[in-house]
């Protein structure tokens, strides 16, 4: 399970780092909600220029017992200007010998985040528990590259009746004060359908 987490936030990362630019303010999208990792999640979508792309699970992950349609995470991304804002889940416990771990008691987890930072000569610049839907979610805030190629972000993981989530953004430097609303907008507006 922890080497499917660490794939997830690696490939979100991933995508994450790929460059960035300038744009948009604040101002909120339209309410949607996803079928994600077979969940009902809603939150407040990026408003335009950001366009959304649907990830789904690949044929090497639907070998590991998971569907081929799966959804797994959602990215949002500015047409010709670099950035991204990210929303993904995998399930813990693939298997009866792997319990749940609240991501707050998950030491190896969190240091695999904080280490995608120091690993790209980055720096941590805040780190705090934040309440999502009841949870601690580890929030983050970070920076990496130097002078103009430097890009911030934010980061919020936490885990939640067996799966846990992370919703990241990245941008350019100097994009990271007018784009920053859009990411905690979504964070503020995330919710799960409850299946009661």
Same mark, same amino acid.
């Given at each position: 399970?922890? *080497?499917?987490?660490?794939?997830?936030?690696?490939?979100?990362?991933? %995508?994450?780092?790929?460059?960035?630019?300038?744009? %948009?303010?604040?101002?909120?999208?339209?309410? !949607?909600?996803?079928?994600?990792?077979? &969940?009902?999640?809603?939150?407040?979508?990026?408003?335009?220029?950001?366009?959304?792309? $649907?990830?789904?699970?690949? &044929?090497?992950?639907? &070998?590991?017992?998971?569907?081929?349609?799966?959804? $797994?995470?959602?990215?949002? *991304?500015?047409?010709? #200007?670099?950035?991204?804002?990210? $929303?993904?889940?995998? *399930?813990?416990?693939?298997?009866? *010998?792997?319990?749940?771990?609240?991501?707050?008691?998950?030491?190896?987890?969190?240091?695999?985040?904080?280490?995608?930072?120091?690993?790209?000569?980055?720096?941590?610049?805040?780190?705090?528990?934040? #309440?999502?839907?009841?949870?601690?979610?580890?929030?983050?805030?970070?920076?990496?590259?130097?002078?103009?190629?430097?890009?911030?972000?934010?980061?919020?993981?936490?885990? !939640?009746?067996? !799966?846990?989530?992370?919703?990241?953004?990245?941008?350019?430097?100097?994009?990271?004060? #007018?784009?920053?609303?859009?990411?905690?907008?979504?964070? #503020?507006?995330? %919710?799960?359908?409850? !299946?009661?």
């Amino acid at each position: 399970m922890k *080497k499917i987490l660490v794939i997830l936030i690696i490939c979100l990362l991933s %995508s994450l780092s790929l460059g960035c630019q300038n744009s %948009s303010s604040g101002v909120a999208g339209p309410t !949607k909600t996803y079928d994600l990792q077979g &969940e009902q999640v809603t939150f407040v979508t990026p408003s335009a220029p950001w366009e959304e792309r $649907v990830q789904t699970v690949g &044929e090497e992950s639907a &070998e590991l017992g998971q569907p081929a349609d799966r959804v $797994v995470g959602i990215t949002f *991304k500015r047409p010709e #200007k670099d950035g991204l804002i990210a $929303v993904g889940a995998v *399930k813990q416990g693939q298997n009866e *010998k792997e319990e749940f771990i609240e991501l707050e008691n998950d030491k190896e987890t969190l240091n695999r985040i904080a280490n995608w930072v120091v690993k790209r000569d980055g720096e941590i610049l805040e780190q705090e528990y934040i #309440k999502v839907l009841g949870a601690n979610a580890y929030h983050m805030t970070f920076k990496v590259g130097a002078d103009e190629r430097e890009e911030r972000g934010e980061q919020v993981h936490f885990t !939640k009746d067996g !799966k846990h989530y992370t919703m990241s953004i990245l941008v350019p430097a100097q994009d990271y004060d #007018k784009e920053i609303g859009q990411f905690r907008n979504l964070v #503020k507006d995330f %919710s799960i359908k409850d !299946k009661s």
